[in-house]
């Protein structure tokens, strides 16, 4: 995006701890807790807060640590549909789990519950047992971005109500048309979740936001410069972060929070061994993360959102004039660092935005 160019509106969101604490599993503060009650509240207060939006993610089994309890993002965005207002709920999916006719349907039947504030993540699966012990198979990296491709073209057009005939490698769809169609706006929005040569092809071809895993903000501008760069039929490519704040009234007692932080996520450290040994070794987002340390998931504070409240509302705004639309946020204690953040973070950066 050139620096001549508005930045965008900006939007906050929430994770929905679909498996419990960002940061660390084990902390006195934040005894863990995945449930959908605890979500539902969460995601009520966040929306009564003035959060726009709420990204619920998908995995079938914790992915951190098996034996723990891990929300279902589908069931959970349906009833978060129906018991909110106005905030965004975006759902992950990973193709190989639905079929795209029944995704599609599954869609638009939640953007209606929502009355036109559904979104789908479309996510490329790094945990291998989650398919391979389901008996789906976990096909190699870039073979699952060709797959969730042809997964993605079937989805969209059905998503917006036209007569779909498709024949591919993967899937064979005659003269197929979903109703009701969405009566608020052309279709669901789709957001892609991936940083690898072929998840960025994908969000420039068929994405409206690309998600970007949170780290320094010279090397987002560079991401969002390359996609922005690339051809595309329709309205611009937008751009979402995900990020770990702490904001405190001092820099030094953001540093000592992210350092107690730090402290906790070291009891975790067998479960990471695992976790890490789960993971797919082509995955470039697991390769980012290792790059600098950092707590949370996606990136974590790796943005660097940790320092004064005035630090990280002019950080928030430095990521904004680079491009950032959609601020996905995690913290930790999470409803009492999201509390702090509406109320001293969000009026400073609407001051200092003007
Ligand atoms: C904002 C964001 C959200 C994500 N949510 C999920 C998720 O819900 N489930 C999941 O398995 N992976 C999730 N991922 C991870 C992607 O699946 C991951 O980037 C991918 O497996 C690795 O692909 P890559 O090599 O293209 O980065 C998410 C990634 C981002 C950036």
Same mark, same amino acid.
């Given at each position: ?7 965008? *509106? ?37 929306? +009564? ?11 079938? !089994? ?38 795209? /006719? =029944?995704?599609?349907?599954? &869609? ?11 979104? !789908? ?74 940083? @690898?040569? *072929? ?9 409206? =936001?690309?998600? $970007?895993?949170?780290? *320094? ?11 922005? +760069?690339?051809?595309? &039929? ?17 820099? +030094? ?19 990471? /061994? ?8 082509? @995955? =470039?987002?697991? %390769? #980012?993360?290792?790059? @600098? ?9 790796? %943005?660097?959102? =940790?320092? @004064? ?14 491009? $950032?639309? #959609? ?21 400073? /950066?609407?001051?200092? +935005?003007?």
């Amino acid at each position: 995006m050139s620096a001549s160019k508005s930045p965008p *509106p900006i939007r906050f969101g929430v994770w929905a701890l679909v498996h419990g604490s960002r940061a660390a599993l084990q902390d006195p503060d934040e005894p863990y807790d995945a449930s959908w009650d605890r979500n539902l509240r969460l995601i009520q207060e966040a929306e +009564a807060l003035g959060f726009d939006s709420t990204l619920v993610a998908q995995h079938t !089994i914790n992915p951190h640590h098996a034996p723990r309890d891990q929300l279902e993002a589908w069931t959970a965005a349906a009833a978060l549909a129906a018991l909110t207002d106005r905030i965004e709920i975006i759902a992950a999916i990973k193709p190989y789990l639905y079929h795209p /006719v =029944v995704l599609a349907k599954m &869609a638009l039947g939640i953007e209606h519950i929502s009355r036109g504030r559904f979104a !789908i993540n479309l996510v490329n699966a790094w945990n291998r047992p989650e398919l391979e012990k389901a008996g789906i198979g976990f096909a190699e990296h870039d073979e699952r971005y060709v797959y969730g491709r042809e997964w993605l073209s079937v989805v969209e057009p059905l998503m917006r109500g036209q007569t779909l005939n498709h024949e591919g490698a993967n899937f064979r769809v005659t003269d197929y048309t979903l109703r009701p169609a969405d009566p608020y706006r052309a279709r669901p929005r789709i957001y892609i979740g991936g940083e @690898s040569e *072929p998840a960025r092809a994908l969000a420039a071809e068929l994405g409206d =936001v690309w998600f $970007i895993n949170g780290q *320094p903000l010279d090397d987002v501008r560079g991401l969002i410069a390359g996609l922005a +760069a690339r051809p595309r &039929a329709g309205s611009a490519l937008r751009f979402g972060l995900s990020a770990f704040v702490i904001a405190r009234a001092t820099e +030094a007692e953001a540093h000592a929070h992210h350092m107690h932080l730090f402290e906790l996520a070291a009891k975790d450290s067998e479960i990471r /061994v695992v976790q890490q040994a789960n993971t797919d070794t082509k @995955s =470039v987002m697991a %390769a #980012t993360m290792r790059r @600098s340390p950092r707590v949370g998931s996606n990136g974590g504070t790796a %943005a660097g959102l =940790v320092g @004064s409240y005035d630090q990280v509302a002019e950080r928030i705004l430095a990521f904004n004039r680079a491009g $950032i639309e #959609t601020f996905m946020l995690q913290y930790q204690p999470f409803e009492a660092e999201m509390r702090r953040f509406a109320v001293e973070i969000m009026p400073r /950066v609407r001051a200092m +935005a003007g």
